[in-house]
């Protein structure tokens, strides 16, 4: 039952605007300002409405100290475990399910942008969650979507490796948060409105300083890939997985744009990407009436999605349930955890949270 008695609290003070400030409520007996709360209640009231008001002074100290912590924070919210047990429903062992955003809070994403890896399946995953499930995130997600996004930013420009990589996750982000904020008619985002349009002009910021990025020659003097026999050179163009580095490499020498036009090398990375059924229904012919791979390729990329391939991935396990990265431990009841690991594509791990 409720505790039913007398509010020890006073009734307040009644503050009245003069000539010289804001005073205390005038006393109507004595004709003068009231300078005391003592002076209208007894002493044990008085102790208890300071101790109350010192309270909620200290109260509102700590909140206003932690707001200010929050979003002045760069660092992600770390965890202790590296997994994360994706529930869908409710059981007698565990209450509700897991989202997208907690998901993105407990595996280690700030440290995986750090292994080479790991860093294209992160930018990969970055990249869908900027263009259809940001509003799925909640507040501490958003923030530490930004904070990964800034350290992978940070680390471009530092290494001056996968430049177009991060400008195509840029301009993703900021043709969907100006989607978001301007036509929607209202921010459907987690905090103030002012605050995404900070971000949005930070990452303008960003593109402008990876647009005038200048790649540094090596400072060391050997062999160049131009001094290998050409059929290593043709051998490591083969590895490429982007026709675009292909282009791109047959812009640095004269001898690269000829190995880089060889027709079975965009052959083989047609039929690499593509099943020979799409391959049918987009055949091109050049002059000499031979087929002209390598505009088969961009045609083919406009039409179809590429073949993904990273160095590690998350994995879920179907034993017990538990999405980590490769390698990490986790506790598995199996008697083969390794056989019960499935790999995850960073569009499998979305598809994971959708309900």
């Not at 039952?1 to 609290?9: C, V």
């Not at 209640?41 to 929050?70: Q, T």
């Not at 910021?205 to 003097?221: G, M, V």
């Amino acid at each position: 039952m409720p505790f039913l008695g007398q509010d020890w609290r006073s009734p307040g003070q009644s503050w009245v605007k003069t000539a010289d400030g804001w005073k205390r409520f005038l006393d109507e007996k004595s004709g003068s300002f009231v300078s005391d709360l003592s002076s209208y209640c007894n002493k044990e009231v008085y102790n208890k409405e300071n101790l109350f008001n010192s309270l909620n002074y200290d109260v509102a100290a700590k909140k206003r100290k932690k707001d200010m912590l929050n979003s002045k924070t760069k660092t992600q919210y770390f965890h202790q475990e590296k997994w994360i047990y994706v529930h869908k429903g409710s059981t007698k062992e565990r209450h509700g399910y897991c989202t997208l955003g907690e998901a993105f809070n407990r595996l280690d994403f700030s440290t995986a942008i750090l292994d080479s890896r790991r860093f294209n399946y992160v930018v990969r995953l970055l990249e869908l969650i900027a263009k259809s499930q940001l509003t799925s995130l909640s507040g501490i997600a958003q923030k530490n979507f930004m904070n990964i996004l800034e350290k992978v930013v940070l680390k471009v420009l530092e290494d001056q490796q996968n430049i177009r990589l991060i400008r195509e996750l840029l301009q993703t982000l900021y043709t969907s948060l100006c989607t978001l904020v301007q036509r929607v008619g209202k921010s459907v985002l987690v905090g103030n409105i002012n605050m995404w349009v900070y971000r949005m002009e930070t990452i303008l910021h960003w593109q402008q300083q990876l647009n005038s990025i200048q790649i540094t020659r090596p400072a060391f003097k050997g062999l160049t890939l131009t001094d290998l026999p050409l059929c290593l050179q043709l051998n490591i163009m083969q590895r490429l997985s982007d026709g675009r580095d292909l282009v791109s490499l047959g812009q640095v020498a004269p001898d690269l744009h000829v190995l880089s036009e060889d027709r079975l090398l965009w052959k083989k990375l047609c039929q690499y990407h593509f099943s020979e059924r799409q391959i049918r229904k987009r055949l091109i012919l050049s002059d000499k009436g031979q087929l002209d791979w390598k505009k088969m390729y961009f045609k083919l990329v406009r039409c179809y999605p590429r073949k993904e391939q990273y160095g590690d991935t998350l994995q879920l396990c179907r034993h017990c349930h538990i999405l980590s990265w490769k390698g990490t431990d986790h506790p598995c009841t199996a008697n083969n955890p390794e056989s019960c690991s499935v790999s995850l594509s960073p569009q499998d791990f979305i598809n994971l949270f959708k309900f």
